[in-house]
Structure formats: structure tokens, C-alpha cells
């Protein structure tokens, strides 16, 4: 069965560094997300990315945030100076169709602990 | 914006019971209702989709309704096993296919 890939699966980074997290979603979906989750917390929306280009973002994906498509399969989350606050849970997801009710397929996340 | 409300106790449940929870929405009506399931330290994983004008749906031991009357969704697992504990979440689906999740209900089920 077709699955989002994740990678790393946890990553800890000192305060002020760049990450960069990766995501090879579903091979024929064509729409991407980014999601995160603090511990304890729900699942927050950041953003949502189609056809190469941002469709939506929340007001948590600052100027801190973006997100790229590279090539035909990897999809990315950077920040660029890391706060002890963006330690959570990141998971990407992907689906076929964007029309509302469309299910989404989620990765397995990675854990980002900024210390 | 919208608001997805889930009780945010746990439901202690016994196998072989039917496990009924309950996502309330504050503002408009959302076309769609998905439910997920989360295990601890995984993403989430799809469950059902029930549309605005659906009373219900099912899928094996899983039913959802949906009343836009009382803006409410409820969740049931019938005959419910210890594999079945989890966090459920209730998610409304805006435009471009943005998920907003309620903070979910953590049921565990007793053997």
C-alpha cells in the first residue's frame, strides 16, 4: 500500500539552526500539507502546497518557515532559525484531489526537539 | 474561524461495548467531517468522511453521524476490542483540503 515517507524521524537541533524536513508523499497525489503537532497539543495546519506553489498557510508558518518541492518526489519543511517552541511533532500528508472531503494520507512524522 | 470541540476525557470502555464519541463545531456548517485515528508517537491515520447532507455512514464497526441542527458529529465504535484504543480525532475540511482537528478523545478499551 502507497504511504508518506518521512525522514529523519527525530531530529534535535540547537536554537538559532536551520532544518530542513523531508517528505516523499504519495506518488500520484498532488496536493501537500504540513502539520504539527506539540506534545499534548492537536494537530495544527501550517500549510498547503499545490501545482508548486503555496495555497494556504496558517499564521504560524512565519517568515521562519518554507516549503519546497525539489523534485518530482520530495517535498520540504525548512526553518530556518530554529525556537525552543518549534519542538513538535511535524507531519507531512498528501491526497489525491483537494476538493473538500478528500482523505489525507499522513507520514509518520518527525519529531523536532530544539534544544 | 472554525472551532472542532472534542471531550477531552478519556473513555474507559469494556470490550464488546459500543464507544460513542461526540465533535462539536461553533460556526458554519462544514461541507465535510473526517475522523482519524491516532496511536501515540504516529500520524494520523483515516477513518470515514461523512458529508453535510449524510445522516450517517458506516464502515465495518464504525458509524458516524452528522446533525448540522445540533452541529454535531458523533462517533460510535461497536463491539469494541483493546486494539481499538486510540485518540480519535474529528477534523473539518476547508478549502484547498486543510484539516482542522479538534484536540481528540483518547478512548481505551478494557479487556
Known amino acids: 500500500e502507497p504511504e508518506v515517507t518521512q525522514t529523519p524521524s527525530h531530529q534535535v537541533t540547537q536554537m538559532g539552526q536551520e532544518v530542513i524536513l523531508r517528505c516523499v508523499p504519495i506518488s500520484n497525489h498532488l496536493y501537500f500539507y504540513w502539520y504539527r503537532q506539540i506534545l499534548g497539543q492537536k494537530v495544527e495546519f501550517l500549510v498547503s502546497?499545490?501545482?508548486?506553489?503555496?495555497?494556504?498557510k496558517s499564521e504560524i508558518f512565519d517568515d521562519q518557515f518554507s516549503v519546497e518541492r525539489p523534485d518530482g518526489s520530495n517535498f520540504t519543511l525548512k526553518i530556518r532559525s530554529t525556537k525552543l517552541e518549534d519542538s513538535a511533532m511535524y507531519f507531512c500528508?498528501?491526497?489525491?484531489?483537494?476538493?473538500?472531503?478528500?482523505?489525507?494520507?499522513f507520514g509518520q512524522g518527525t519529531r523536532l526537539t530544539v534544544v | 474561524s472554525q472551532k472542532i470541540e472534542q471531550n477531552s476525557e478519556a473513555l474507559n470502555i469494556q470490550e464488546g461495548k459500543t464507544a460513542t464519541l461526540t465533535c462539536n463545531y461553533t460556526?458554519?456548517?462544514?461541507?465535510?467531517l473526517q475522523w482519524y485515528r491516532q496511536d501515540p508517537g504516529r500520524g494520523p491515520v483515516f477513518l470515514l468522511l461523512i458529508r453535510e447532507n449524510e445522516k450517517e455512514k458506516r464502515k465495518e464497526r464504525l458509524k458516524v453521524t452528522f446533525d448540522t441542527t445540533l452541529k454535531q458529529s458523533l462517533f460510535h465504535i461497536t463491539a469494541s476490542q483493546p486494539a481499538d484504543s486510540a485518540t480519535y480525532l474529528c477534523a473539518s475540511t476547508d478549502s484547498w483540503g486543510k484539516l482542522q482537528f479538534g484536540a481528540g478523545t483518547q478512548v481505551v478499551v478494557t479487556p
Open positions: 500528508a498528501s491526497s489525491e484531489v483537494s476538493y473538500r472531503g478528500t482523505e489525507a494520507f
Open positions: 502546497f499545490y501545482n508548486n506553489e503555496i495555497s494556504e
Open positions: 460556526n458554519y456548517s462544514p461541507a465535510y
